[in-house]
């Protein structure tokens, strides 16, 4: 993958800064002759600090897409998480490299736009979703009900069901306040991951039972982003690069912290995943220039303990840090998209 990362101090109201962020975006790519032609997703990082704001914000980002991108849309999340860099706007831009032998397939369903890997007739598909959201519910357990069942929606249409998820992240506003559930408030983040349990059959995943990975966001709706690659096994002259289960795995990868380690010194903590994700995740790729680190962390004070474990033992030119509610009780949450 190729990935064009924008976070600038740009001035101005949020939507200014967000028009800012992707035109730069868009010109960063071109400049390093990344075709729009093969963008596959687009990650929007906003500190909204309200559902007006954020609202407004991704009206803008509505008109940008159409005015930017035409017909190559790619999938794409619009969360409202705050950049550590103090920064109000962070933009990251996923594209194809150029000559590698899949056909990019826009799809939209309901108005959300997702994109389609494949290599050929017949071969396995890689469905790659951004943000998935429903506003107007009843209530937030009414929300998280409807946004699995307009992905199983999606997943129908590409003859695919929830067994064939490989990737699955999800954004909670308010993740660790309380909700009506039944006759009791419950955590939201243990609403979202009991109602989650209802769609997926662990016995149906033959790629693995997704983990449940969410941070939280400052506001807005529930959202749901996945990748999902269609069954089939690679026949003989399938290589590792042009089968989608192959490329999926190249893309996403997300750390989680070893038993024991999560009342630990965030030093320690940090070193962890560090170690987690490097050992079993292609981070030659990401120390080459071609990936992005991603951390969120609870607390933005940690970040010099974490940056000072970082530049001993990562030479990544690209990392960003998020400020967000971590589900797991973690501190720190890393993923590499590469």
Do not use: W
Request: aromatic share 10%.
């Amino acid at each position: 993958m190729n990935i064009v990362v924008v976070d600038e101090g740009f001035s101005g109201a949020l939507e200014s800064r967000l028009e800012q962020s992707v035109l730069k975006l868009v010109n960063d790519a071109k400049e390093s002759e990344y075709s729009l032609r093969n963008i596959l997703k687009l990650n929007v990082y906003v500190n909204a600090r309200d559902e007006n704001e954020l609202a407004d914000v991704k009206e803008e980002l509505d008109e940008l897409l159409k005015n930017e991108f035409s017909q190559y849309m790619p999938a794409v999340t619009l969360v409202s998480q705050a950049p550590i860099s103090g920064n109000q706007v962070l933009a990251e831009g996923i594209f194809l490299e150029e000559g590698a032998n899949f056909k990019i397939e826009r799809n939209t369903f309901n108005k959300h736009s997702y994109v389609v890997l494949s290599s050929g007739k017949d071969k396995p598909r890689l469905v790659i979703s951004g943000g998935i959201n429903i506003s107007g519910a009843e209530n937030f357990v009414f929300e998280c009900q409807r946004i699995f069942d307009f992905a199983e929606q999606l997943l129908l249409k590409e003859d695919m069901d929830f067994s064939n998820i490989v990737y699955q992240k999800n954004y909670i506003p308010g993740i660790f306040s309380q909700s009506r559930y039944g006759n009791e408030e419950v955590m939201n983040i243990n609403i979202f991951d009991n109602i989650r349990s209802l769609y997926f059959s662990p016995e149906l995943f033959k790629n693995g039972y997704p983990e449940l990975t969410a941070t939280g966001t400052i506001t807005g709706n529930v959202t749901l982003e996945f990748a999902a690659v269609s069954k089939g096994i690679p026949s003989e002259d399938d290589t590792e690069g042009d089968y989608p289960a192959h490329l999926f795995e190249n893309i996403f990868s997300y750390s989680t912290l070893p038993a024991g380690m999560k009342r630990k010194d965030i030093r320690e903590q940090t070193e962890a995943m560090v170690k987690d994700i490097t050992d079993r995740t292609h981070f030659d790729q990401i120390e080459n220039k071609k990936g992005i680190l991603r951390i969120y962390l609870m607390d933005r004070n940690d970040l010099p303990k974490v940056k000072s474990v970082n530049d001993k033992n990562i030479n990544a030119a690209k990392i960003v840090y998020l400020e967000a509610g971590i589900s797991n009780d973690n501190r720190i949450f890393m993923e590499t998209v590469k």
